[in-house]
C-alpha cells in the first residue's frame, strides 16, 4: 500500500508538472480536439517500457553494489528536489502556439523519446523505489508502476478533457494549489530518498 501510495504521488506530480508532453497534450486538444490529446497522453505507455525494463536488468546486476545505489538514491533525492521546486514555482502552464500538422500519437512518442526526463527520474528516483519495492514483495513493485502510471497518463487525460471544456483552468487557482502541495509532498519524498541513500553508503562503509 505504501509504494502504491508513492506511486499515485509521483505520477501525479509528473502527470500536471509543465514539461514538453503536458504542452503537447495541451496544444493538440486545443487545435485537433480531445482525442488528439488523449493520443498525445496515452504515449508514456508505449516510450517508457524499454525505459523500465533497461532499469530492472541494471538494478539485478547491482544488488550487492549498496554503495551504487546509495548513490543513485542520493541523485534521486536530488532530482525530486529539483521537480518538488518546479511545482512550487509553476505559475500555470504555457501552451504552444502552433502544433505541427502530424499524427498526435507520433508527435507524443518522439516528444518523449527525445527528453531525458523519464530516462533521469527512472535511473536516478524510479530505481531505488523499484529496488525497495521489489525488496517487500513483488505486489509492491506492481503497485508502484501500476500507480504510477495510473495517474501519470490519467492526469493528463482529465488536463486534456478540462482544456476542452475551459483553457481557464489552467491558469486558475486550483492548479497552482494542487501545484504546491505536491511540491511540497515531492520534497518530503526527497528526504526519504536521501536518509536511504546515506543509510546505504553507511552500509558499505563509505565512511559518512
Known amino acids: 500500500m505504501e509504494f502504491l501510495f508513492i506511486g499515485l504521488l509521483l505520477g501525479l506530480s509528473s502527470g500536471i508538472s509543465p514539461g514538453p508532453l503536458l504542452t503537447l497534450v495541451i496544444a493538440e486538444t486545443l487545435r485537433y480536439g480531445l482525442g488528439a490529446g488523449i493520443r498525445v ?3 508514456p505507455f508505449i516510450t517508457d517500457l524499454p525505459i523500465i525494463l533497461l532499469t530492472l ?3 539485478s546486476r547491482l544488488a550487492n553494489y549498496e554503495w551504487l545505489l546509495g548513490v543513485i538514491s542520493l541523485v534521486g533525492g536530488i532530482v525530486l528536489l529539483i521537480m518538488g521546486f518546479d511545482c512550487l514555482m509553476a505559475r500555470g502552464v504555457v501552451t504552444a502556439g502552433e502544433a505541427a500538422r502530424s499524427n498526435s ?6 516528444a518523449n523519446l527525445l527528453n531525458p526526463h523519464p530516462y533521469l527520474f527512472w535511473f536516478s528516483v524510479g530505481a531505488p523505489l523499484m ?6 514483495n513483488a505486489a509492491a513493485l506492481i503497485g508502484f508502476i501500476v500507480g504510477f502510471y495510473l495517474f501519470l497518463v490519467g492526469s493528463k487525460v482529465i488536463l486534456a478533457v478540462m482544456v476542452a471544456r475551459s483553457a481557464a483552468f489552467l491558469s486558475g487557482r486550483i492548479y497552482l494549489y494542487v501545484m504546491r502541495f505536491l511540491g511540497a509532498m515531492l520534497g518530503l ?3 526519504f530518498l536521501f536518509y536511504d541513500g546515506l543509510n546505504l553508503l553507511r552500509m558499505n562503509g563509505g565512511g559518512i
Do not use: H, N
Request: hydrophobic share 65%; proline share 0%.
Open 41 to 43: 497522453a496515452i504515449t
Open 57 to 59: 536488468i541494471i538494478l
Open 105 to 110: 500519437l507520433i508527435k507524443g512518442i518522439l
Open 131 to 136: 529496488t525497495q519495492a521489489l525488496g517487500q
Open 189 to 191: 519524498l526527497a528526504v
